[in-house]
């Protein structure tokens, strides 16, 4: 069954530092990978998306995610992050052939010091 | 583009009681979705329709839950005789029909407090 893990549940980082949050899939095909940033008692924006071709994707807000075959990940980054990143992360996997459902992980949280 | 919109977006309900949601979706978009997320988990796949047919439903929704899309438009969700275990954020997503259009686009939700 397809699947997707967010290893770290909370992370916290001082502002203008760098990030990296963790996504690995389980999919028995070509993955179709989306991250998606919710922040508090609000829906998902979607941030980048990845389907094919480079494995290098750019995204809003200076968000930039790195899809590996060979590790089953699609870890996301930014350079320095800001205080308004504070937010929930979630990696999901979309499942095509019917529905095309969203497949999402627990989710990450991060918090930004000043 | 006004994005996707649900109403209400707070509902406090007690044990037992029926509910109603509804979702409108972007006005071009065919595919229609709801996700359920509780605290501390991904939003979970419910139910998804093109245009009016249900097409998918997931085994989270029981015989309690049922949802419409009665002219391809706007949605509802319903939850008869709800229990606390109910209580959650219910998410509703469209997406476009066609080639290279596979991400959904979300609305701010609807939390369900069942006391």
């Known amino acids: 069954a397809q699947s997707v893990t967010q290893p770290d549940i909370h992370i916290t980082v001082s502002e203008g530092a760098s990030l990296e949050l963790r996504c690995n899939y389980s999919?028995?095909?070509?993955?179709?990978l989306f991250w998606y940033v919710q922040s508090p008692g609000q829906g998902l924006q979607l941030l980048l998306k990845?389907?094919?071709?480079?494995?290098l994707v750019q995204g809003i807000k200076g968000f930039e995610a790195e899809f590996k075959r060979s590790q089953s990940s699609f870890n996301l980054r930014k350079p320095s992050v800001h205080w308004s990143d504070a937010a929930e992360y979630f990696c999901?996997?979309?499942?095509?052939?019917?529905?095309?459902?969203?497949?999402f992980g627990k989710g990450t949280k991060l918090t930004v010091n000043p | 583009d006004t994005g996707v919109s649900q109403d209400p977006r707070h509902k406090i309900t007690k044990r037992g009681q029926n509910v109603t949601f509804r979702c409108d979706p972007i006005s071009e978009h065919n595919r229609l979705y709801w996700y359920r997320q509780t605290l501390g988990q991904g939003p979970e796949f419910l139910t998804y329709?093109?245009?009016?047919?249900?097409?998918?439903k997931s085994r989270l929704l029981s015989d309690r839950f049922s949802a419409e899309r009665p002219k391809g438009s706007f949605s509802t969700l319903e939850i008869q005789r709800t229990e606390q275990g109910d209580s959650a954020m219910y998410l509703c997503a469209s997406s476009p029909t066609g080639q290279g259009t596979y991400e959904q686009y979300f609305g701010p939700g609807t939390r369900l407090t069942v006391t």
């Open positions: 990845y389907f094919s071709g480079d494995t």
């Open positions: 999901a996997v979309g499942v095509w052939g019917g529905s095309e459902k969203l497949v």
């Open positions: 329709f093109q245009n009016e047919a249900q097409l998918e």
């Open positions: 999919y028995g095909a070509t993955p179709y």
